[in-house]
């Protein structure tokens, strides 16, 4: 997408200069009204981006809770965000849903002496937007609303984290929405990948792979949530995020009256204990070989397929193979214009709707070295098989220059955009904290994307990508399993259907991984 | 047709933020404006006529930048209906520079398709039309570059490059790097100077899929479409989808997209939007440079499409009911002919619509918490250019039956006259106007949009006007509003009930 702005710059400025030397630009266009012929003829002038300094944004409640405070009055309107280190990798394993549940449920329960209803009307009273919700290893409160209201949000905005009510009825009301919504859950070919994926990847045990059951949920009440948010919601890991029409110095006071003294339980892990190597994560976990090919049939038309392998996790943010990865990531099937991947895949064009590749360096758990297809059942062996020419090219061959080039001119264009917001300038620094990731790592961003060498892309692949753990799976009709053979990683091995609500295998014909 | 870009930046922003949290939008009233002078807009007109409202937001890396013309389908003449959005669709494929290798040799093959196309329309031609066709489009198709006109603004960084086509406007924004902002300036002129109307005979059949997903493929678009022409009653030009007609679409030719442009997109009628940092001086200089070569609209226009001059009003000529199956949820909509755009009791419709919608407004409380009539009940209001139109809507629970669901939201029309709002609960409306307002100008994309479509429908400044107008309605303003359009003699009925269609899923 934004990628190839950087040979567009250059031709551009490579033109302009020839044109200057002629005599100007009024007279060189075409047009003869200073209007270049053609659009690459614009000179731009680059406006070079400063990453905002942290320090003065950053603020402290009395309990050593951060608060970033990126003031801006253009519109009489503030949001604040509180973040904390919790979410589903800390479920039970008994009770698979329960910290998102929670989450979900602060907003919708009622807090401190409002019942469910009383806080929704006072909400709606002072037209604020106030909301809570949980991810995977993090959880939070968002509020927005007039600057006018500012001091009456608060109050609902404390009282929502510090006391939340978990009204039984409204938690009855979202567990029985919930149980309807998993009678449904085979039906999107995406949701079943996504979770045959990680299944694969790590085992269905592995709290990556876990997914909510209806013995779950007939473990969950309004006490549970209680205790689970009393046990794992508190200040330590905690971080704030403020931004719009306010006064950095009254804010943090006026939040200060009402979290300061929170108290809570130790920051828990946000995982439970990582392994030191990733190997030793997939070799346990599955009695599956580390690499081949396995399908879930669906009955549609177009297949799914996702290939990949688990990926690294995060040793330093100083790691130079770090950069380099983010580099070689956007060669390999970055957003930009050079996207090995895309280009390779364009050559079956109308037969490959979508493609997409990540490689997760995690922050606080491995990350995933993916590529998503969504190709005709025809095309998927050739697809995969330029995929896998892709990566092991990496492997073996430099990057020619200029192709690292647009890769890295690509990453350091849409840099910008990261702080394109007060709002995310709070949320960027707040996160920074979150993570335990240094500030300096944005104020470093350019210079050591930049500093990147075709060497140092080669070595990265080589540490990140192995071709031999690869791991495919395809959730669409039946494959032919000849055609597959070419590939060298066995036939595809059928997975079994689930029942949607037990998730234990449907038929007896098909064993898992046999 | 529906405007998917306005949450754009405010997406963006919340995943770059601490949370990738979504924040539903509130449906109070379908109009918001900001607080008095809060959007800070500053208005430049060419001498042509062209009118560009300039918004600073300093440090933003992006320019949020859009064009808006101010002629939709409702401008369209029966008969050549879908012309307006085919245009949105074809300025896509560039100008006489961009997207052609040869652009000389490409005009020549142009006309000579068309002159096949007159046979083929005529009957004429014989077995060897197809071929002949076949082979001109072959040449034009290596004489042409697809798709370059996005790949210029994708390889200069820029993103979200959408348009959009209402009953009453196009509007084509994009987002640019600042430092790049003067290629949009090149970018738009040159395809509104010089725009070559590429393979229209394709396109056609993009924009009728398209019409198949917005309408056939929806369960009750079609029953929701019948539902329009029928509210409108044929005269109006909003009896028909801005998509067009079926049998209309089949029919146009070269000559009626040209008409069509040639009338309506010129400088008189067209409004651009820039916020972002802007370098003001240079701004109004490009404005004038890029954009003072379109010329003003001859007498033609300047007469202008046959624009009903009354309130809007649409003329209640028969008890409009419809009552057709669906494969979805049942439900029934009561909708009621109000007010046009920037009229002065709309910001009084839009504090009902407060009253009525939301979590805690009075139709969820009643229909569904309380009475658990109804799985779902909104309001939507919608002032358009040539007349305006109020909707109550509840999708049916479990066990209600629709007579029952309408009469319902009846009587919580009847409701407001009996028991009208008290000060606590007018002010609730008012308080979320007055966050709504703002959130209309916190993102730079968000304000542009608003600003495109304020000033197509009528005036921009409605966006500062609209929140203090509505901060003044008061309980006798509700009851004379209510009297006035709401009242339930006069109203539509759709009713969807639930049952196999053939054509909903086509």
């Known amino acids: 997408m934004r990628g190839r702005v950087a040979r567009a710059t250059r031709v551009a400025t490579r033109v302009a200069c020839g044109v200057v030397l002629a005599g100007g630009w009024a007279g060189a266009g075409a047009q003869g009204n200073g209007i270049p012929d053609r659009p690459e003829r614009i000179r731009f002038e680059d406006a070079p981006f400063e990453v905002p300094d942290p320090r003065p944004l950053r603020w402290e409640l009395s309990n050593g809770v951060p608060v970033f405070v990126a003031a801006d009055a253009t519109v009489p309107l503030f949001s604040i965000s509180l973040a904390v280190p919790v979410g589903d990798r800390l479920d039970p394993p008994d009770r698979v849903g329960l910290a998102s549940l929670t989450a979900a449920m602060m907003r919708r329960g009622g807090a401190g002496d409002r019942d469910a209803d009383a806080f929704d009307e006072a909400a709606d009273y002072l037209g604020i937007e106030i909301d809570s919700l949980g991810g995977a290893t993090r959880s939070g409160v968002i509020l927005e609303g007039s600057s006018r209201v500012l001091e009456e949000a608060l109050d609902l905005f404390a009282d929502l984290v510090l006391q939340p009510r978990f009204e039984a009825a409204r938690v009855e009301r979202a567990l029985e929405n919930l149980r309807g919504s998993l009678a449904t859950r085979n039906d999107d070919p995406l949701a079943v990948l996504d979770r045959e994926w990680r299944a694969l990847l790590w085992g269905r045990d592995d709290p990556r792979a876990r997914v909510v059951l209806p013995a779950h949920l007939a473990a969950i009440d309004s006490a549970a949530l209680a205790a689970f948010h009393r046990e794992r919601w508190g200040p330590r890991g905690a971080v704030i995020a403020i931004s719009g029409d306010v006064e950095a110095g009254k804010v943090v006071a006026a939040l200060d009256r009402r979290l300061g003294r929170w108290e809570g339980s130790p920051a828990p892990a946000v995982t439970p204990a990582a392994p030191d190597a990733p190997e030793a994560t997939a070799a346990e976990s599955a009695t599956e070989p580390a690499a081949g090919i396995w399908w879930f049939a669906h009955p549609s038309p177009q297949g799914k397929l996702m290939l990949g392998h688990e990926g690294d996790q995060r040793r330093s943010w100083d790691d130079p193979d770090a950069w380099a990865l983010t580099v070689m990531a956007e060669v390999f099937g970055g957003a930009g214009a050079v996207s090995r991947v895309r280009s390779r895949l364009r050559a079956e064009e109308s037969l490959v709707y979508r493609v997409r590749a990540s490689y997760g360096l995690g922050a606080q758990e491995p990350g995933t070295f993916e590529v998503f297809l ?130 234990q295998p449907l038929g007896s014909g098909r064993a898992e991984g046999s | 047709m529906t405007c998917v870009a306005s949450r754009l930046v405010a997406s963006g922003a919340a995943l770059a933020g601490l949370l990738a949290l979504a924040s539903g939008a509130r449906a109070v009233g379908s109009d918001d404006g900001p607080t008095a002078g809060a959007s800070g807009v500053e208005e430049l007109v060419l001498e042509n006529g062209m009118r560009f409202l300039l918004v600073q937001r300093p440090g933003r890396p992006l320019v949020a930048a859009g064009w808006a ?268 002919a109000t007010v046009p755009f920037a009229h002065r009791d709309a910001p009084v419709l839009d504090v009902i619509a407060g009253l009525l919608s939301g979590r805690t407004g009075r139709l969820h409380r009643r229909l569904v918490v309380e009475r658990n009539l109804a799985f779902s009940a909104s309001v939507r209001h919608e002032p358009q250019r040539r007349g305006g139109s109020f909707s109550l809507i509840a999708e049916s629970g479990p066990t209600s039956d629709l007579a029952v669901l309408e009469l319902a939201l009846l009587a919580e029309l009847e409701r407001l006259r009996r028991e009208p709002p008290n000060e606590r609960e007018l002010g609730k409306v008012k308080n979320q106007i007055t966050t709504d307002a703002s959130r209309q100008l916190s993102t730079p994309s968000g304000l542009a949009q608003r600003l495109l479509i304020y000033d197509a429908l009528g005036d921009w400044r409605w966006l500062e006007e609209w929140p203090r107008v509505a901060q003044r309605v008061t309980v006798d303003d509700l009851e004379r509003v209510l009297d006035a359009y709401l009242d339930p003699k006069r109203r539509a009925v759709l009713r969807l009930e639930r049952g196999d269609v053939h054509g909903a899923w086509r």
């Open chain 1, 374 to 503: 969504e190709v005709e059942p025809a095309a998927a062996v050739a697809a995969v098989r330029s995929v896998i020419d892709e990566i092991e090219r990496l492997r073996r061959e430099p990057v020619p220059d200029v192709e690292l080039d647009l890769a890295k001119r690509s990453l350091i264009d849409v840099f910008p955009l990261l702080f394109d917001s007060p709002e995310s300038v709070a949320g960027r620094f707040a996160e920074d904290a979150l993570l335990g990731r240094p500030h300096a790592y944005w104020s470093q961003y350019r210079a050591r994307t930049t500093a990147v060498t075709a060497t140092d892309v080669r070595r990265a692949a080589r540490r990140f990508l192995h071709p031999d753990r690869l791991r495919i799976l395809w959730v669409g009709p039946e494959p032919a399993a000849k055609e597959w053979e070419v590939l060298g990683l066995g036939p595809p091995r059928p997975l079994p259907a689930r029942d949607p609500a037990t998730m």
């Open chain 2, 69 to 336: 013309v101010h002629a939709g389908s409702a401008a369209e003449e029966p008969g050549r209906t879908g012309v307006a959005h085919l245009i949105e669709h074809l300025l896509h494929g560039g100008s006489e520079v961009i997207g052609t290798r040869d652009y000389p040799r490409e005009r020549a093959l142009i006309e000579q398709r068309e002159a096949l196309e007159d046979e083929r329309r005529a009957g004429a031609g014989g077995a060897e039309l197809e071929p002949r066709i076949a082979r001109v489009e072959e040449r034009l198709r290596a004489l042409r570059r697809k798709g370059e006109y996005a790949l210029i603004y994708t390889e200069a960084g820029a993103l979200g490059i959408n348009a959009v086509t209402n009953h009453d406007l196009s509007y084509y924004t994009a987002m640019l790097p600042r430092s790049r902002l003067e290629l949009w300036f090149w970018m738009e002129s040159d395809r509104l100077l010089r725009p070559v109307f590429r393979e229209i005979y394709d396109e056609l059949e993009v924009v009728e899929e398209e019409r198949a997903q917005r309408i056939l493929s929806v369960p009750g678009g079609e029953a929701r479409a019948r539902f329009d022409a029928r509210f409108w009653g044929e005269e109006h030009p909003y009896s028909w989808p801005a998509v067009g007609r079926a049998a209309d679409l089949r029919g146009l030719r070269r000559a009626d997209v040209e008409a069509f442009f040639g009338r309506y997109y010129t400088a008189d009628r067209l409004t651009a939007v820039l916020v972002g940092d802007l370098d003001r001086e240079r701004v109004g200089e490009w404005a004038r440079r890029y954009f003072g070569r379109l010329s003003t609209g001859g007498a033609e226009a300047a007469a202008g499409a046959p624009e009903q001059a009354s309130g809007g009003r649409r003329a209640p000529a028969e008890q409009v009911e419809l009552t057709e199956a669906c494969s979805c949820r049942p439900m029934v909509e009561l909708r009621f």
